[in-house]
């Protein structure tokens, strides 16, 4: 299994980036997918989920507004567009995911057992 990200620069806040996420190796249509982040000095934190269709969403507050998570399920890939980024946003943007078909509530960040290298993101002026 394979999560590989990109997208992730250097921007001025109030700017925007679309982050993605290729997949390989499992059956992508089928599962829940996350972003998660790594904030400099503070615990992984969970931002956003999808459901396997794209249908339900869920985001942490501080993103609620800012950010829209999708996915391409023919391309196997998952996306983040980010927009009006703030400093606070700056951090490490890893695509994971437990090949679950349910949502865990964004509680344990740290437990997906799939994750990728994750992509930098850097919001200074």
């Known amino acids: 299994i394979q999560l590989v990200e990109s997208g992730g620069a250097v921007v001025q806040p109030g700017g925007s980036l679309r982050l993605s996420c290729q997949t390989s190796?499992?059956?992508?249509?089928?599962?829940?997918m996350t972003w998660v982040r790594q904030i400099p000095g503070k615990w992984l934190e969970w931002v956003s989920t999808?459901?396997?269709?794209?249908?339900?969403?869920h985001y942490r507050n501080s993103v609620k507004g800012r950010f829209t998570i999708s996915r391409d399920n023919t391309r196997r890939t998952l996306y983040l567009q980010m927009n009006n980024l703030r400093s606070e946003d700056t951090g490490i943007y890893f695509c994971a995911t437990d090949l679950a078909d349910y949502f865990d509530g964004g509680h344990y960040p740290n437990s997906y057992k799939y994750r990728g290298q994750g992509t930098q993101v850097t919001v200074n002026s």
């Open positions: 999808i459901d396997d269709a794209g249908k339900k969403t």
């Open positions: 190796g499992f059956f992508f249509p089928s599962y829940y």
